[in-house]
């Protein structure tokens, strides 16, 4: 597998390559080959060198299109050619040639492929330029993308020194040279920065030396051992190399690494790109088309070898930004300790962000970006929460000008043996006390006679609460009377929901947050604040259910100590004096 690129594509990106993946021909099939339009996706996006070779070859292939098509270039590759197959670029040049378009000094066609002999075309070493027919597919596919992006005008006026009837001397590599320029001034602003590839260069690098370049390879020991990896590799650099010790500092700085939770984000990130191109790979080369009874394949049935059919992904929100949100963040469901303790499992709403961390970029999202926390890396989560904050204490030591050695020391009793239970305690007591206030809401919304009621009934007290609740009528007026009555007092048959309302009603009179006194529940906004509320709230607490789940049973609280003792020496190797022998043992790989 190559080394996938992490960031952000922009949606015009996206749909100017789409287009021509998402092409048909008249008979319904793909115009372009998935494999051809993956590796064209993955050149672009990577920026990669196939890239500069796409476009090198693409501008060749123009020359020979015009050459084909009496109308020019655009004729051939729309035209002429149906669909990007190979044989159909043999047909077409054949009969081209048959008919004497093409003269005969500009081209020789042969079993395989076409010869350019035109200076103006040549190699390098004054060599005529070959194009096999295998690879006309791709430039074909290539040169509809620079339409899609560039524009068709912009385009033809570039290519148009090599697509009249006379090619200009040393025209195919000028146009080159502008086409490669124009191109990436278009893609620069649509993908990620170059500081962005060279994170994803050193990721590959590293994961490439350990044999582990595969999204399963990286777990909570590869993500510790990447970071203390790269703080090794900074201090040689420092230890041996005659250079501004100032000027390798900022360089480690600017790498984006020395933060650990930047460097977990980065891994993670990249882990996700590797997963994307597996996908992508699967979709474009492990597809199997079923044959029809005369043999011929029959492309209306595409089935996705090793995997179940592709469904559409909804795009994770997490429930602490959907709570942030009017009318829901009426209601203060979270304090701002809370709210900061949930940063790395779920982010940081923007709402509720105190600024950009001079130290940290992107620091109010959480570790995993844009999609729902991995619970397979809860021990990375608490080593973030725990170690990092370690971190914070010594950077926050280190810029009142403490000595290293005593910023060092200060630090470490930051992390105890206990240290991982207490991160881990803190989910479970917020758990519960959204627990106390999704109850209360249920008694609120309950003795309004408002339906959504029933969602926290069932949430915390099951389903057949619900139904116990609501009953069979199905007129949402008369379901909103019975619950009013039913939490004004009424008895209610089932004792497991006589107890859930009475819980309801003892922690509506235990919450004094804003939002659920008195006075606040005044207007009918308070009335939409909560009904707003309650499908994030639910998702919330059933997503901090399933951590605390995890957490309960994991061996790895009881090593703090251990972590800490590793995660000292990579501090020592960043912000101390130490060389590259600092603590051999404890910087030796996890297992």
């Known amino acids: 597998m190559g080394a996938p690129v992490f960031g952000s594509v922009s949606a015009e990106l996206t749909e100017a390559i789409a287009m021509m993946a998402e092409r048909t021909t008249r008979t319904g099939e793909p115009w372009c080959p998935p494999r051809v339009s993956a590796a064209i996706r993955r050149a672009i996006i990577d920026r990669s060198e196939d890239l500069g070779r796409y476009v090198h070859q693409s ?44 003269t005969a000094p500009a081209l020789r066609i042969g079993q395989d492929g076409i010869v350019l002999l035109e200076p103006a075309m040549a190699t390098r070493n004054g060599a005529g330029f070959e194009i096999a027919y295998a690879q006309m597919p791709a430039l074909a596919a290539f040169l509809d ?38 191109l990436n001034g278009w893609l620069s602003p649509r993908l990620e920065a170059a500081h962005r590839r060279e994170q994803a260069k050193r990721i590959h690098e590293f994961l490439a030396h350990r044999q582990a370049v595969l999204p399963e390879a990286i777990d909570d020991g590869m993500i510790f051992d990447f970071w203390l ?45 590797l997963l994307d191109a597996v996908a992508e790979r699967r979709m474009g080369s492990a597809q199997s088309l079923t044959r029809s009874a005369d043999g011929e394949d029959d492309r209306t049935t595409i ?35 809370e709210t900061r303790h949930l940063r790395n499992y779920l982010g940081m709403p923007p709402e509720t962000a105190a600024g950009p961390d001079p130290d940290e970029e992107e620091s109010q999202g959480g570790i995993f970006e844009r999609a729902a926390f991995d619970l397979a890396f809860s021990r990375t989560l608490l080593r973030v929460d725990v170690l990092g904050g370690m971190q914070a204490d010594l950077i926050a030591r280190l810029k009142k000008r403490m000595p290293p050695a005593e910023a060092l020391e200060a630090a470490r009793p930051c992390v105890t043996g206990d240290s991982y239970r207490e991160a881990a305690g803190v989910y479970a007591e917020t758990r519960d006390q959204l627990r106390l206030e999704g109850l209360a809401a249920l008694d609120i919304l309950g003795s309004g006679g408002d339906a959504a009621a029933m969602l926290l009934a069932e949430h915390f007290g099951g389903v057949d609460a619900a139904a116990a609740l609501g009953g069979a009528p199905a007129d949402r007026c008369e379901i909103g009377s019975k619950l009013a009555t039913l939490f004004s007092g009424a008895a209610v048959g089932d004792t497991a929901v006589t107890a859930l309302l009475a819980e309801a009603r003892r922690s509506r009179a235990r919450v004094n947050r804003d939002g659920f006194r008195k006075q606040d529940l005044a207007d009918g906004a308070a009335t939409l604040a909560y009904r707003a509320s309650v499908m994030p709230l639910i998702a919330l607490h059933r997503a901090l259910g399933r951590l605390c789940d995890r957490l309960g049973g994991a061996p790895f609280l009881e090593e703090a100590e ?28 996890s297992d």
């Not at 123009?62 to 197959?85: E, K, S, T």
């Not at 899609?148 to 697509?163: C, D, F, M, S």
């Not at 009837?165 to 320029?181: F, G, H, K």
């Not at 020395?258 to 882990?271: D, E, G, P, Q, T």
């Open 59 to 102: 501008m060749r292939f123009a020359r020979l299109a015009a050459l084909c098509a009496p109308r020019g270039y655009v004729d051939f590759l729309y035209g002429a050619v149906p669909a990007l197959r190979a044989e159909a670029f043999r047909t077409a040049i054949r009969a081209a040639g048959a008919c004497g378009t093409p």
């Open 145 to 182: 993308v620079l339409h899609n992006t560039l524009g068709y005008a912009e385009i033809a006026g570039l290519l148009a020194p090599i697509t009249g009837l006379r090619a200009e001397p040393a025209a195919a590599d000028e146009v080159t040279r502008l086409v490669r320029s124009r």
């Open 229 to 273: 990896a790269r703080a090794g590799f900074w201090r040689g650099r420092m230890d041996s190399e005659a250079v501004d010790r100032a000027k390798l500092e900022k360089l480690a700085r600017d790498e984006g690494f020395r933060v650990f939770r930047s460097a977990a984000r980065l891994m993670l990130r990249y882990r996700q790109a």
């Open 303 to 337: 089935e996705i070898a090793d995997g179940a059919p592709l469904e559409p992904v909804e795009p994770w929100i997490s429930p602490l930004a959907e709570l942030a949100r009017p009318p829901a963040n009426r209601i203060k469901w979270l304090t701002a300790r």
């Open 562 to 589: 251990a972590d800490r003792d590793r995660f000292l020496a990579g501090l020592e190797l960043i912000y101390g004096q130490a060389n590259t022998n600092f603590a051999a043992d404890i910087l030796r790989p």
